[in-house]
């Protein structure tokens, strides 16, 4: 199935910051990834491939007919493809963001496959160096989930609630982020916490729902509104690497206020979450931001 998607969007670096985690099966040349769905309890793994330039691209999706509708939907969700990118983009041309506008063009706001995997892997990457957050998350998912023809599938927080905390120390985890994950799972398992009700939420309604759970702070919250929910008109005041590509973009001596920075942002809204993204992309470090929790 194609989908003739709007330009600008630069799927080149969709896939290139999607391979920085080594769970995901991308092949470069081809401008394939191979997604991991959980549809009706089955297994699924759609084939996304993009082709065209950044302003004429076009997706292609190969999923089994019986699952293709809701599978489709997901996919739509997940990788912005029904996102105007270019009203995005034009809001930020009369902005001080402008420069990274025009260099990082068409780069949408990707989720995570999943809004329980979103969450095990925000709890799991708090305060981590990036390399590691990810070692980590690769064993957790390689002990406890589920490979099918060369994918992985996160485990369910069913699988999830039933370990114990020792079993997730074995991979080296922490007590506490040991504790944190499995205790999270365990909400959710027994239905004490909806991820589907997070949906449809305002963002200060899911933020205040997730930071009563033991481990899910303010800025962990965030990340799941950004890269689980996909909302919009997120800025993570707390996030090191936006203190810092801040720091660079208006020449400061030392990092940003937090009164600097919303002072900042209020001229981002309706799209703070792109110029997060996009200054996030702006440093050279980008790769490896370090996590709050």
Aim: with cysteine.
């Amino acid at each position: 199935m194609d989908f003739q998607l709007s330009g600008p969007y630069n799927y080149s670096r969709v896939l290139e910051r999607l391979s920085y985690d080594p769970l995901n099966v991308i092949e470069k040349e081809r401008n394939t990834i191979k997604v991991p769905l959980k549809i009706y309890e089955k297994f699924i793994i759609a084939n996304v491939s993009f082709s065209g330039d950044s302003q004429n691209p076009v997706c292609h999706i190969e999923l089994p007919s019986q699952f293709e509708e809701e599978g489709v939907r997901r996919l739509k969700g997940i990788f912005q493809l029904e996102v105007p990118l270019d009203e995005v983009n034009n809001h930020f041309l009369h902005t001080d963001l402008e420069p990274l506008f025009k260099q990082f063009s068409g780069m949408p706001l990707i989720c995570d496959f999943d809004l329980y995997f979103c969450m095990m892997k925000t709890i799991i990457h708090q305060q981590l160096n990036i390399r590691f957050a990810y070692t980590l998350t690769e064993r957790f998912v390689k002990s406890y989930g589920t490979e099918k023809d060369g994918v992985w599938f996160y485990p369910s927080p069913e699988t999830v609630s039933k370990l114990d905390y020792e079993d997730l120390r074995k991979l080296q985890f922490s007590q506490r982020k040991a504790e944190y994950v499995i205790d999270t799972s365990r909400l959710i398992a027994e239905g004490k916490l909806d991820l589907a009700e997070l949906r449809v939420m305002t963002d200060d309604d899911v933020i205040a729902e997730l930071v009563k759970i033991r481990g899910v702070g303010y800025w962990t919250a965030e990340n799941i509104l950004l890269f689980g929910l996909g909302r919009q008109n997120l800025f993570p005041v707390k996030d090191i690497g936006i203190q810092n590509a801040l720091k660079n973009l208006y020449k400061l001596d030392q990092k940003p206020t937090l009164e600097e920075m919303l002072h900042y942002s209020d001229r981002w809204s309706p799209y703070k979450s792109y110029a997060s993204l996009y200054l996030w992309e702006s440093l050279d470090n980008q790769k490896a931001p370090e996590l709050k929790k």
